[in-house]
């Protein structure tokens, strides 16, 4: 099955300064990509998604791209803001015949300081 | 559109009782998939279901059950309930075609005495 290797965090960040967090997956075939977002007491919520080799999601000023050489789906944005302090998820979702389960990585937490 | 609703929020149940989750999908969905998410293990898949059939099922023990309905709508279920079973279990709606993107609800907070 796939698996994900996600930047462990915690990360702590001043506002305006440039996020990085890191994701790589190992999977059967070519799965679509995600970036889910998780703000405390609430579920997930969708932060952007790559359904190929090379294409970029973006979203609220983060963009990821589909690296398939790499295995790699690496989040980032220029310039974090306090409302951005929240648990971040990567995750492939299965492309084997009908599994399309989500696999998640440990989640990154972010926090950003004013 | 309303999003994927989950119902109750909370639950506190003590150990060997039963409890049943309630998801309500995305009009139109007729996918939907149960993740339980721990401190320990992480978020970690439990079923899929589309319509009314189990499609995909994830490691858990038989104890975790559930069902979908001609409207879509889905319950878990766990029986003979557990410490360890203390979680967020979030359901999430797709439309079920292929891999398409999940939408999750806010989730249902069982915490077990």
């Known amino acids: 099955g796939n698996s994900v290797t996600q930047m462990e965090g915690p990360v702590t960040l001043s506002e305006e300064a440039f996020l990085t967090i890191n994701c790589t997956y190992t999977?059967?075939?070519?799965?679509?990509l995600f970036w889910y977002v998780q703000y405390p007491g609430e579920g997930l919520q969708l932060l952007l998604k790559a359904t190929k080799a090379d294409d970029k999601g973006s979203n609220k000023g983060f963009e990821a791209t589909y690296r398939k050489e790499t295995t790699s789906f690496h989040l980032e944005k220029g310039s974090v803001q306090v409302s951005d302090s929240a648990v971040y998820f990567c995750?492939?979702?299965?492309?084997?015949?009908?599994?399309?389960?989500?696999?998640f990585g440990k989640g990154t937490l972010l926090t950003v300081n004013p | 559109k309303a999003g994927v609703t989950q119902t109750p929020r909370y639950l506190i149940k003590t150990r060997g009782q039963q409890v049943t989750l309630s998801c309500s999908p995305i009009?139109?969905?007729?996918?939907v998939s149960w993740y339980q998410q721990t401190p320990g293990q992480g978020l970690q898949f439990l079923f899929e279901y589309f319509s009314e059939t189990q499609r995909n099922k994830g490691n858990f023990p038989g104890r975790f059950s559930g069902r979908q309905f001609s409207n879509s709508r889905s319950e878990m279920n766990v029986s003979t309930l557990e410490l360890g079973d203390s979680a967020l279990y979030l359901c999430a709606s797709s439309k079920g075609q292929g891999p398409d993107t999940q939408y999750f609800g806010p989730g249902t907070r069982l915490t077990v005495l």
């Open positions: 999977a059967t075939g070519y799965p679509s």
């Open positions: 995750a492939p979702l299965g492309s084997g015949g009908s599994n399309y389960k989500l696999t």
């Open positions: 009009s139109g969905h007729r996918s």
